[in-house]
């Protein structure tokens, strides 16, 4: 029912700054929470940000406060995140993924993912 497409990944060096979007597709994001989670490899996935399409409500992980953004484009249906400050620890893939449900953190709560792209933050 949504298919999700990131874009917007590379390498970049420490302190720069990359934008992530999550481009949706068959259906709306109305009502819907969307949400990056990242996987570095041998790790664990783990969330990063997300944000209430109605509301525009946000939460982070904490590494990530104050560093990165998460924005909605209510007209596209596209969300983005904003990243600055990178640090080769935020090297991961970054998936986009839509919940339908409340709880923001939980990777569990979301049912549609993209493909992810790449981030590598050398140092």
């Known amino acids: 029912q949504v298919q999700l497409v990131e874009s917007g990944g590379g390498v970049v060096q420490a302190g720069g700054s990359l934008r992530l979007s999550c481009a949706a597709s068959?259906?709306?994001?109305?009502?819907?929470?969307v949400g990056w989670f990242r996987q570095a490899p041998g790790k664990e996935r783990e969330f990063v940000a997300a944000i209430r399409w109605n509301g525009g409500v946000t939460r982070y992980l904490d590494s990530v406060k104050g560093r990165f953004t998460i924005s909605r484009d209510s007209a596209l249906s596209i969300v983005y995140l904003q990243m600055t400050t990178l640090k080769p620890e935020d090297t991961a893939v970054y998936y986009c993924?839509?919940?339908?449900?409340?709880?923001?953190?939980?990777?569990?709560?979301?049912?549609?993912w993209g493909q992810g792209t790449q981030v590598t933050v050398s140092s």
């Open positions: 993924a839509v919940s339908q449900g409340t709880l923001m953190t939980d990777y569990e709560n979301y049912g549609y």
């Open positions: 068959g259906r709306t994001f109305s009502s819907y929470i």
